[in-house]
């Protein structure tokens, strides 16, 4: 397995910018499908985006399509989510995630990092 750390996270004004990264340890950083979701308080965790093992595909959730990015640097081991024109409705814990294969749901992604709080204020 893989193990993953989240940072950047914080406190943000609407319509303002974040930028997370995922740190990952090991050298086979390159053969996992990265993603990311989000869980905000009393709601269940929710996919986010995720990017292909080379970064030539992506795929977001329609609630962030056009506002967040996701991007890798497979020789540092890094993937990052870019987010603009945030929104309150944005604010949760967000998680970093691995898999070997493919998909949007929780349970196709097999390594977790520990999260990172994002908060927008309106």
């Known amino acids: 397995q893989v193990q993953l750390v989240e940072s950047g996270g914080g406190l943000v004004q609407a319509g303002g910018s974040l930028r997370l990264s995922c740190a990952a340890s090991?050298?086979?950083?390159?053969?996992?499908?990265m993603g990311w979701f989000r869980q905000a308080p009393g709601k269940e965790r929710e996919f986010v985006a995720y990017?292909?093992?080379?970064?030539?595909?992506?795929y977001y959730a329609g609630s962030v399509k056009g506002r967040f990015t996701i991007s890798r640097d497979n020789a540092k081991n890094t993937v990052y989510l870019q987010m603009n024109s945030l929104k309150p409705e944005d604010t949760a814990v967000y998680y970093c995630?691995?898999?070997?294969?493919?998909?949007?749901?929780?349970?196709?992604?097999?390594?977790w990092g520990q999260g990172t709080q994002v908060t927008v204020s309106s």
């Open positions: 090991g050298r086979t950083f390159s053969t996992y499908t």
């Open positions: 995630a691995a898999t070997t294969g493919w998909g949007t749901a929780v349970a196709d992604f097999g390594s």
């Open positions: 990017i292909s093992r080379s970064g030539a595909s992506t």
